[in-house]
C-alpha cells in the first residue's frame, strides 16, 4: 500500500487544533502502516504543543515538529521534507484551522495513481473577498511571470507524489514564505500531469489568523522579487 503523509503548519492554534487532529487522522486507516499525521508547531505562545502531546498518547501515527521556525512557509517547506525523509509515497498539505474538510480527501485519494499533484481550487472562500481578490493577483503574477495559468495556487488541499515534490523543494531556500505558490508552478509550468478539483472552504473555525493583509502586502511585495529571481533559475 501507498504511504501517506497529512502535513499540517500550526501556530497558536489551541482553538482548533484538537478537532482538526481528530477529524484527519482517521484517514490514516486502510493506509500503509508507515503512514503518519504530521504536525509542525514551532513558536506557538498558547497551549497548541501541550495539546498535541497529550493527543499523541493515544494516537502514534502522529509526529510533531516543533524545530521548523515560526513562518508557515518554512513550516510547510520542513514538513515537505521531513515526508520525503522518511518514506512518504505521497504528501496531503493541510492547515490547522479547519477551514478545509477531511471528507473531501476521498475523491483525491482515488485519482493519486492518474497524477503527480492534484490541487485544491476554493471557487468559494469563507475568509473573506480580500482574501479571494490576493489569490486572484497571485495567480495574474504567475501568468505574467511564469506563463502558465493556474485557477488557484495556494490552496491548502493538495495531494503530491514524493518523489516529484522532492524534484523541486531544493529550488527553494528554506525560509521561503510562498512553497505552495511555487510548487504549483513548478507542476504546471514543467508539465507534470496534475488536475484542479473545487474543494470547500470554510471561515477560520476558532482563534484568529496571524497573517493579516498588512503583512500579505509586505509578503507580495517581496515576492516579485523572488518570482524573478526563481523564473531566470528555471
Keep these: ?25 482517521p484517514l490514516l ?10 504536525v509542525a508547531d514551532s513558536g506557538s505562545t498558547d497551549r497548541t504543543h501541550d495539546l498535541l502531546e497529550n493527543f499523541k498518547k493515544d ?9 521548523t521556525g515560526k513562518q508557515h512557509g518554512p513550516k510547510v517547506i520542513a514538513l515537505y521534507d521531513y515526508s520525503i525523509k522518511n518514506g512518504a509515497d505521497f504528501i496531503f498539505q ?9 471528507g473531501e480527501f476521498d475523491s483525491f485519494w482515488q485519482m493519486r495513481h492518474g497524477y503527480k499533484g492534484i490541487f485544491g481550487h476554493r471557487v468559494v472562500r469563507g475568509d473573506g473577498k480580500s482574501r479571494a481578490f490576493v489569490e486572484k493577483v497571485v495567480c495574474f503574477l504567475i501568468k505574467c511571470y511564469f506563463h502558465v495559468k493556474v ?16 524534484k523541486y523543494l ?19 509550468y514543467y508539465g507534470e500531469e496534475y488536475a484542479f478539483r473545487e474543494v ?35
Design 1 to 25: 500500500m501507498d504511504i501517506l503523509y497529512i502535513v499540517m503548519p500550526a501556530y497558536n492554534e489551541e482553538d482548533n487544533i484538537i478537532d482538526v487532529v481528530s477529524s484527519w487522522y
Design 29 to 38: 486507516e486502510g493506509k500503509d502502516t508507515e503512514s503518519k499525521l504530521v
Design 59 to 67: 494516537h502514534p501515527q502522529l509526529e510533531i515538529l516543533s524545530d
Design 94 to 102: 493541510t492547515d490547522s484551522d479547519g477551514q478545509t474538510l477531511p
Design 151 to 166: 485557477p488557484d495556487a495556494n490552496a491548502p488541499f493538495r495531494l503530491m507524489d514524493a518523489k516529484t515534490v522532492a
Design 170 to 188: 531544493p529550488r527553494l531556500d528554506r525560509d521561503y514564505n510562498l512553497p505552495n505558490i511555487m510548487m504549483t508552478t513548478y507542476f504546471v
Design 200 to 234: 470547500t472552504f470554510r471561515p477560520r473555525q476558532g482563534g484568529r489568523n496571524s497573517i493579516n493583509i498588512k503583512k500579505i502586502i509586505r509578503i507580495g511585495w517581496k515576492a516579485l522579487g523572488d518570482f524573478r529571481r526563481l523564473k531566470k533559475a528555471m
